[in-house]
């Protein structure tokens, strides 16, 4: 029975294989505990001992639950039926993954104010909050206020937008 | 030493003294309860700030930083399961359980009274046994370290909730990402993968912030809101009753001595001292069933611990010049910057400043109490706030924190990478401890078994012959990972009589 929970054992037992080849491939000093592989290749190969165990395990379960329940379609830990506001979860999820690896990368291009308040006024829609003053005072505030303790008052410098040296 | 005292004394309390000691304290205690900030960052924040003033009282303000700040990280790691600190990890483990169960108060009361008998166990430490303590962390080489970390990291076991082969999985996992980037022999290069940013691997706070922080975010979102810490209620810290203590002290007693024994030995640290001590106390308590839904034995060996490094690391670190974690390494950095150069001539050149910061730390670890009552107390708005306000407050903090320690942009890619893989994991049951304990033990283990091997010219069973001190840390790692397997035959084996 495939489940994400065997997905997940099924590619923690591929990456280790894989990190195996890929290093056959790089060349090093060769002489037993002297080389740079040695350790690494000895934590690979246990890695993948125990990811293979660990598949196994999964495969065996996910076997046993299907033949025990009836269609329950319960699936994995966490059923994506919760969600902190009014869109289905895995939205919500996919949309705050997105908004971080956005903030993350527009860090360097805006500074850590516009994108900060750009991320938290994003990510409070995005998980209900539908106040409009908490949303803007919140969404506004708390990434001025950081900037503002850090960049200017503590005179620790974070990324600045293009715009002004001072936001 | 201690004929320096009266002198020591003097430098300490005075109204500027107690002064610089109250706002250290308590500032470290607000940075380190902050997610993704942590001891490393709180000093180094503060370090700036302390080059204009005198040269003991800037060494003792940064020290009450960094004491407050190692207590501060309980607070976020029971109250909004997020550790402050890498060494708070171990206390997510009981300290959300309990806290989610309406038990915040009483939690936080635990790992106060356990930070402060820590903290003051290892100033005493200090001030009376320092040069003895560093006499004998000079014996350990190479052969004694990798024992001391294959010890280490039999806590995998005990720490991994659900499924020991998952915990091992997460375990190799931080194993390999901590073997990523320059070979600490040769200085060849692994698995970067042509990312001049891996060469120097993997930003161990980075790791930590994403896969506890980030993807408690994530973990929250997925769960709905009625699973995650919002419903935390939180009043006030609840002390323990005498009464409570009724088989505990000698586990405080223990979870104390580890921390002090592994804070004096280099390269280690109190995140080591905090899941050894843990494991220890687990394999020990007679309520070893209840560790990871909430059992105080499990937060007090963890508090206890990691708070009793902060002292026994300033030990190698004054006495050797050789600091006892990565916090210890900013604060050696600060000791130079402030003019003091540590070594095994600074105790005789420098009794007064010793003595000075011996005491102060004594002090510090005696304000924990008081001081952590009260700032706990004020951070009780905080959990009253929405679930998503907090989300995305984590999510900033996530951000601010990582970046702020290096300034590379890099680090926020492995952040948000360690987050979402974290997420992953998590909903598939794999715990997150044993990858931290991985990644925090991997470098010291590989150096140490290569450099083993190759003072043995590649001969392992030399590893325990002649060297009697790793032996016997080898025997107790095997006795650590051999206890589980004698359990579950002893209760089949109850069962099957039954």
Redesign the interface.
């Known amino acids: 029975m495939i489940n994400e929970r065997s997905i997940v054992a099924g590619v923690l037992l591929l990456v280790p294989l894989a990190l195996l080849v890929v290093g056959r491939a790089g060349e090093f000093t060769q002489l037993a505990a002297f080389s740079p592989m040695f350790f690494p290749n000895l934590v690979l190969w246990c890695w993948a001992g125990v990811a293979a165990l660990s598949l196994t395990t999964e495969l065996l379960a996910g076997r046993a639950a299907a033949s025990a329940s009836t269609g329950a379609g319960a699936g994995a830990a966490g059923s994506a039926d919760g969600g902190t506001g009014d869109r289905p979860v895995v939205v919500q999820l996919a949309l705050v993954i997105a908004a971080m690896a956005a903030f993350v990368f527009a860090l360097g291009e805006l500074g850590f104010l516009l994108s900060g308040i750009a991320f938290a006024l994003f990510s409070l829609r995005v998980l209900g909050i539908r106040s409009w003053p908490l949303w803007a005072g919140f969404g506004i505030g708390v990434p001025l206020v950081l900037f503002t303790l850090f960049h200017h008052g503590l005179g620790l410098p974070l990324p600045t937008s293009p715009f002004s040296y001072l936001f | 030493m201690l004929s320096v005292l009266p002198q020591a004394a003097a430098l300490i309390l005075t109204l500027q003294g107690l002064a610089t000691l109250i706002f250290g304290t308590t500032l470290g205690i607000v940075l380190g309860a902050l997610p993704g900030i942590g001891s490393t960052v709180a000093v180094a924040?503060v370090l700036?700030?302390t080059l204009t003033m005198e040269q003991a009282p800037a060494i003792i303000l940064l020290l009450a930083v960094y004491a407050g700040s190692v207590y501060g990280g309980s607070i976020s790691a029971i109250l909004i399961n997020t550790p402050g600190t890498p060494a708070g990890a171990a206390t997510v483990l009981d300290g959300t359980p309990m806290a989610r169960a309406g038990r915040a108060g009483e939690a936080l009361g635990w790992a106060t009274v356990a930070s402060v008998t820590g903290g003051l166990v290892s100033a005493l430490l200090l001030l009376f046994a320092a040069p003895q303590l560093a006499a004998f962390a000079l014996r350990f080489g190479p052969i004694e370290t990798f024992a001391l970390i294959c010890l280490g990291l039999t806590c995998i076991v005990t720490v991994s909730k659900g499924?020991v082969?998952?915990g091992?999985?997460a375990g190799?996992?931080g194993?390999?990402l901590a073997?990523v980037g320059g070979?600490p022999?040769?200085g060849?290069v692994?698995?970067t993968f042509d990312q001049y940013q891996l060469i120097a691997g993997f930003n161990l706070l980075a790791v930590v912030i994403g896969i506890f922080a980030?993807s408690e975010?994530?973990?929250?979102?997925?769960?709905?809101?009625?699973?995650g810490g919002g419903n935390i209620s939180f009043s006030g810290i609840v002390l323990p009753r005498l009464a409570a203590w009724k088989g505990r002290v000698g586990n405080l007693a223990k979870s104390t001595a580890i921390g002090c024994g592994v804070g004096v030995l280099p390269g280690t640290g109190s995140a080591t001292a905090a899941f050894i001590a843990y494991a220890e106390a687990k394999r020990s308590s007679p309520r070893s069933a209840g560790f990871g839904h909430g059992e105080p034995d499990g937060i007090v060996a963890a508090e206890s611990s990691n708070n009793a490094v902060t002292g026994g690391a300033l030990v190698p670190t004054l006495a050797l010049g050789i600091p006892g974690d990565v916090i210890t390494a900013v604060m050696l950095a600060t000791f130079t910057l402030h003019g003091v150069t540590p070594g095994v001539r600074l105790m005789e050149d420098n009794p007064t400043l010793i003595a000075a910061i011996f005491l102060g730390f004594f002090v510090i670890n005696l304000l924990l109490l008081p001081l952590g009552m009260l700032v706990s107390k004020a951070a009780a708005p905080l959990l009253r706030i929405?679930?998503?306000?907090m989300?995305?407050?984590i999510?900033?903090?996530c951000?601010?924190g990582v970046?702020?320690v290096r300034?590379n942009?890099f680090d926020?890619?492995v952040?948000?990478g360690a987050?979402?893989g974290g997420f992953?994991?998590r909903?598939?049951?794999?715990p997150m401890a044993p990858l931290i304990i991985g990644m925090v033990l991997g470098p010291a283990?590989?150096l140490s078994?290569?450099q083993g091997?190759?003072i043995t010219d590649?001969q392992i069973d030399q590893f325990v012959t002649g060297h009697p001190i790793a032996l016997f840390l080898l025997v107790l790692t095997a006795i650590g990972l051999l206890w589980p397997l004698f359990g579950w035959a002893r209760r089949t084996l109850g069962r099957r009589r039954a």
């Open positions: 924040l700036p700030f499924s082969v998952k091992l999985v190799m996992l194993l390999f073997s070979d022999i040769t060849e692994r698995f980030f975010i994530l973990i929250r979102i997925a769960d709905g809101p009625d699973a929405q679930e998503p306000l989300l995305v407050a999510g900033l903090l951000v601010l970046y702020y300034g942009p926020l890619i952040m948000f987050g979402v992953f994991l909903r598939a049951g794999y283990l590989e078994l290569r091997l190759i590649g």
